[in-house]
C-alpha cells in the first residue's frame, strides 16, 4: 500500500529545494498508484496545494513555536508542517486526527521522536489557536495570507490596486477547472457536446471562443477515448484567443517559432482545415517530441517540425503568411496551474527581456511584406508585453498595431492589444499584440 502522503512530502521537497516542475514527478507517481489500485486525487491535491501556499504555511506555522527557531528548521521538517497544516487549514474533508497523525509519523520516520514530537507541539498548538494574524503592511499582509512574493504583489498593487490584486490572488489559489478546445478540423462544438452528455459529462460552452469548453469532470473528461482520438485538446481560452487573433488561414505558409508543446500551433493547423502549411520550431527536442504526438493524435499533416533554436533557424527568408512569436516569460498568468513559477528564483528578469526583444527582431525578419507577427506572453508584466512592443515598433517604422478588437471580443482588448485578466476574465493571463508588416512600394 502506497503511503500518499509521504510521497508528497517526498514530490514537495524536490520542487522547492531544486525549483523543478510538479506534472512529471506527479505523472511518474501517478502510474504507481493506478497500478496498485489505489486514488492518486489526494496526491495532486497536496502537492499542487502546498507548493501553491507554501508561504502562508510557512507564516502560519512560524506562529506556534519561536520565530528564529523555525526560521532555521530545515525545508524538509517543514515541508512535513506544512502538509498537515493544508490538510487542516484547506482540506474540510480530512479528519484532524488524519491530518496530524500522518505528518508526525512521517516525521518520526524520517528523522526521529524529537522532531516528531516538535511537529506534533506545533500542529497541537494549531489546532487548539487557529486565528491567525496577519501584518498591517499591506503588501506583506497580501503576500503572507494569499501565499506570493512580495516583489510581484508590489507591482500588481501598482497596476490595479488592493481589491482587484485580492481577487487576483484568490483567483490563482482556486483550483483550476478543466478548459478543452474542439478539434474543428475532427468534429464540431454541438456533436462533441452531445457526445459527451451521452456518457452523463457535462462541458459547459465558454463566452471566450465557439471552441472552448469548460468540464467540472476532469478525471472523466481525461480518461474519454475522445481525447486520445483527436476530436479535442486541453487548452485555456485565453491561449485560444491568441490564435484566433492571428487568424491564420486556409493553405497559408505559417511559422510557430518556440513553439512546444505545441496547443497554439494545432490549433492554427485545425484553423487552416488542415491545409497550407505551418513550420513549428523549437530547440528542445522533448517537447517537439510531446508536440509530434499530438499532431499525430489530432490527425494533422499541415505542420512539419523542427527541433532547433528559433534564432539560428533558417535561412531567415521574409517568406511567411503569418508568424507567431510565443515567446519565453515569466508566466505570471498561469500561477494557477503552474503555481511553482511563483517561487522560482532562477529567472533572471534583464536575460529574459533581452531574449524576448531579441525574438521580436527575429521573427520580423520571416515576416512578408504585407504579412502578420503576434507576439505573445503568458504573463501580466507590462516590461515583457506593452514595453517590448512599443519599442519594437519605435525601431520598425515598416511594422504597424492591428487593433485586436478586430477578431476578438473587444472585451479582451486594452489599447489596442489582447489583454486576459484572470481577476476579470477567470482565465489565464495572456498578452498578444498582432504586428503587420508594410506591403512592397
Not at 39 to 51: C, F, P, Q
Not at 89 to 105: D, F, K, M, R, T
Not at 189 to 195: F, R
Not at 410 to 427: A, H, M, N, Q, V
Amino acid at each position: 500500500m502506497i503511503n500518499i502522503r509521504y510521497e508528497a512530502f517526498k514530490i514537495i521537497y524536490k520542487i522547492l529545494k531544486k525549483n523543478i516542475f510538479s506534472d512529471k514527478l506527479l505523472d511518474d507517481m501517478q502510474k504507481q498508484i493506478k497500478e496498485a489500485g489505489e486514488d492518486s486525487a489526494l496526491l495532486y491535491t497536496l502537492v499542487k496545494g502546498v507548493v501553491k501556499m507554501k508561504k502562508n504555511l510557512d507564516y502560519i506555522a512560524s506562529q506556534y513555536t519561536y520565530s528564529q527557531k523555525f526560521e532555521n528548521t530545515s525545508l524538509k521538517i517543514k515541508i512535513v508542517i506544512y502538509l498537515a497544516i493544508y490538510q487542516l487549514e484547506y482540506l474540510n474533508g480530512i479528519p484532524q486526527h488524519a491530518a496530524v497523525n500522518e505528518s508526525v509519523n512521517i516525521a518520526k520516520k524520517v528523522f526521529g521522536l524529537k522532531v516528531a514530537n516538535f511537529v506534533n507541539a506545533i500542529l497541537r498548538s494549531y489546532i487548539r489557536n487557529p486565528e491567525i494574524t496577519y501584518p498591517e503592511n499591506i503588501v506583506d499582509k497580501i503576500a503572507m495570507e494569499y501565499s506570493f512574493p512580495e516583489n510581484i504583489i508590489e507591482v500588481w498593487l501598482s497596476y490595479w490596486g488592493e481589491e482587484n490584486t485580492i481577487a487576483l490572488c484568490k483567483y490563482y489559489n482556486e483550483t483550476p477547472k478543466l478548459s478543452l478546445r474542439v478539434n474543428t478540423f475532427a468534429t464540431d462544438p454541438d456533436l462533441l457536446v452531445d457526445y459527451f452528455s451521452r456518457r452523463n459529462i457535462k462541458i459547459e460552452k465558454s463566452n471566450v471562443s465557439e471552441n472552448i469548453f469548460f468540464s467540472n469532470q476532469a478525471k472523466d473528461v481525461l480518461s474519454d477515448v475522445a481525447l486520445s482520438e483527436g476530436y479535442f485538446s486541453i487548452q485555456d481560452g485565453a491561449a485560444a484567443l491568441v490564435v484566433e487573433l492571428l487568424d491564420p488561414q486556409i493553405k497559408e505558409n505559417n511559422l510557430d517559432l518556440f513553439a512546444a508543446p505545441g496547443g497554439k500551433g494545432t490549433y492554427m493547423a485545425e484553423l487552416m482545415i488542415n491545409t497550407g502549411r505551418i513550420t513549428a520550431v523549437d530547440k528542445f527536442p522533448n517537447k517537439i517530441k510531446k508536440m509530434k504526438r499530438a499532431v499525430e493524435r489530432l490527425q494533422l499533416s499541415n505542420v512539419k517540425l523542427y527541433a532547433e533554436d528559433a534564432f539560428t533557424f533558417g535561412p531567415q527568408v521574409a517568406d511567411y503568411d503569418r508568424v507567431l512569436l510565443d515567446v519565453p516569460c515569466s508566466g505570471w498568468g498561469v500561477f494557477q496551474k503552474k503555481s511553482e513559477l511563483r517561487w522560482q528564483e532562477n529567472q533572471d528578469m534583464g536575460q529574459l527581456l533581452k531574449l524576448q526583444r531579441k525574438a521580436l527582431v527575429t521573427g520580423a525578419k520571416f515576416v512578408k511584406p504585407g504579412g502578420i507577427m503576434v507576439y505573445s506572453t503568458c504573463t501580466l508584466n507590462r516590461a515583457e508585453n506593452e514595453e517590448q512592443v512599443e519599442k519594437f515598433l519605435a525601431q520598425n517604422k515598416d511594422f504597424c498595431l492591428i487593433d485586436a478588437k478586430t477578431k476578438v471580443k473587444s472585451y479582451y482588448t486594452e489599447d489596442g492589444y489582447l489583454k486576459i485578466l484572470p481577476f476579470r476574465d477567470k482565465l489565464d493571463g495572456a498578452f498578444a499584440a498582432k504586428l503587420k508588416k508594410a506591403e512592397l512600394k
